[in-house]
Structure formats: C-alpha cells, structure tokens
Nanobody, 122 residues
C-alpha cells in the first residue's frame, strides 16, 4: 500500500519548536511533490506548505511563512517540517500527502497518512 507516515508531533509551549517527519511507504518519494496540511478542531483541513520533487521550490501559506521550513531528503524517502515560534493557533493534526504538483487542489493529493497531533499550550 502506498502511504505516507507522519511523526514528530507532541505537546510544546508557545514559542517552542517541533520537527515533523513524513516518510514514504510503498513508493518512491522523489517522484512527487509533497504537501503538509493541518486540521484544527472544528475547522477545515488547510494546506500550509509544499515542496517540489527536486526541492527546487518551496511554498508556504501566510499562516506559517517565516516560522516553518519544509525540506526533503529523497535518499531517505523523507520530507520534514521544522516548526519554530509555535503559537496556540498552530494546534492541529498535521498531515502530509503527495501530488504531481504543489499547485494541485487538495483533492488531488493522495497517500495521506494518519496524521500527527501537535498541541501548543502552556
């Protein structure tokens, strides 16, 4: 089964940092652009960042720009999301997914993982 597996979530205080990982299972990560998404309680899932297959281009939504950094290591079949200066409003379940293009609609992303919970609270 082709799937992505997220890890690295947890409880962190406001202003703290976490690094999430997204590992590909059953397929080669380097063939795809990879996006990070999050879903907060009572809110719709939203995109927050994306990286092209060759790492040539990264995208950040305004809500995380300047605080989060996406990167990938195709040799390790892994995409990471470094999250700094975390805020309570960053609390959500974080997901990664693949697509043929970062500009794809969310519905065109697939191989969703189970997500990893990030909670920012004092």
């Amino acid at each position: 089964q082709e799937q992505l597996v997220e890890s690295g979530g947890g409880l962190v205080q406001p202003g703290g940092s976490l690094k999430l990982s997204c590992v590909a299972s059953g397929f080669t990560l380097e063939d795809y652009d990879i996006g990070w998404f999050r879903e907060a309680p009572g809110k719709e899932r939203e995109g927050i960042s994306c990286i092209t297959s060759d790492s040539g281009t990264t995208y950040y939504w305004d809500s995380v720009k300047g605080r989060f950094t996406i990167s990938r290591d195709n040799a390790r079949n892994t995409v990471s999301l470094q999250m700094n200066s975390l805020k309570p409003e960053d609390t959500a379940v974080y997901y990664c997914a693949r697509s043929r293009g970062c500009h794809s609609e969310m519905r065109e992303f697939d191989a969703w993982g189970q997500g990893t919970q990030v909670t920012v609270a004092s």
